[in-house]
């Protein structure tokens, strides 16, 4: 059965940080890439970053250069997204993907809050 199940969010101040985690089981984790995407209330999902088979970060939304971090442990089958200096308009649902050939999962998100 394949599960993604993020974990690491919680409310937090702003300029503070959290680091949220997505354990994948079920498939081949090793040939996935992971992307982390966000969701706030009425708005779209957005693409955050995504992290390829190599080790690359790609597709880095612009408003978290510099201080978020997209990382992966492929021994743990797991992704992290390091957010640093979050500010009220990170708040969001915080979901995370796996993608290969014609093969998509979703975890079912962490919520991020940050207060002003």
């Known amino acids: 059965q394949v599960q993604l199940v993020e974990s690491g969010g919680g409310l937090v101040q702003a300029g503070g940080s959290l680091n949220l985690s997505c354990a994948a089981s079920?498939?081949?984790?090793?040939?996935?890439?992971m992307t982390w995407y966000r969701q706030a209330p009425g708005r779209e999902r957005q693409l955050v970053m995504s992290i390829t088979t190599n080790g690359d970060t790609t597709n880095i939304k612009d408003s978290v250069k510099g201080r978020f971090t997209v990382s992966r442990d492929n021994a743990k089958s797991t992704a992290y997204l390091q957010m640093n200096n979050l500010k009220p308009e990170d708040t969001a649902r915080y979901y995370c993907?796996?993608?290969?050939?014609?093969?998509?999962?979703w975890g079912q998100g962490t919520q991020v809050t940050v207060s002003s």
């Open positions: 993907n796996a993608r290969a050939y014609d093969q998509d999962y």
């Open positions: 079920g498939f081949a984790f090793t040939w996935y890439t």
